[in-house]
């Protein structure tokens, strides 16, 4: 297992290239926060289109008949792994740490000091970096006093991140004005990808690869939550800058593109 400075990728990346990626990337970055909720929005569908819209499947001989029926009893199907579907509402609730320890154990390498990880990653690059953030009042039976955590998958342990953050920042931060809708998720698992540790490597195509690898951990969290009787919902309601002070880290090096909420299902759900 190798340790070297993170900043040492940039001796072999090609600056046009990050630029442009750089750039992309930051199209997609919104800012949730009440001064700007006329102003940031995804779309102008009505409900009506919108509704029209959504669930669909793509047939591309719709006329023609060409299809095959797959044959799968319902035995079949329930012996199949597959994610709950997305949380509504979280109830109230903190997780013990044990749980968060068994919760990202599928991640860690098979190995202490290997670096070959539980999903894969082009080229055993991993350029994502996985960072777990409490979203409880109280951690009571956390060992550590801090909220923020980042997963060190080779040595299977957890790096805990110097960051000063009240605890309504936090909210503010991953869950925006939607709190209530959402009830009280248990913890947030943050995607950041160090885009660097690829680039240099890949390039363009780079990009493209760490998020293959986000959706990657993305499922094997899932599977293991359920397995765990927890309740998951993917997350893009957040606000990219306040997410990455809220990790201490930089947002032009550090790319938060997915956030998972994690908890227990409220009983009304």
Known sequence: MKNIPHDYYFRFIDPAVYEAVLDFHSKGNFTFHPAFQHCTGLHTLDEEHLSQLTGNELVLYPDMGLTVSLGLSEGDRAECLYRNESCEKF??????????EKLVSPLVSRSVGAHKRGYPSAGALYPVEIFICSLAESNADWPIKERVLHLLPSSRRFEVM???????YVKAAIMGSSGEQLGFPSLAIIYSVYMPKN????????????LMEVGSIYMLVEIQAKKLGLACRPWS???DSMVCKLLGVNPALFFSVWVHLIGKQHETC
């Open 199 to 210: 680039i240099f490597k890949y390039r363009y195509r780079g990009y493209r690869m760490a």
């Open 162 to 168: 110097q960051v000063d953050v009240d605890f309504e």
């Open 237 to 239: 309601a957040y606000t």
């Open 91 to 100: 109830l109230s609730a903190s997780l013990n740490f044990e749980v968060l």
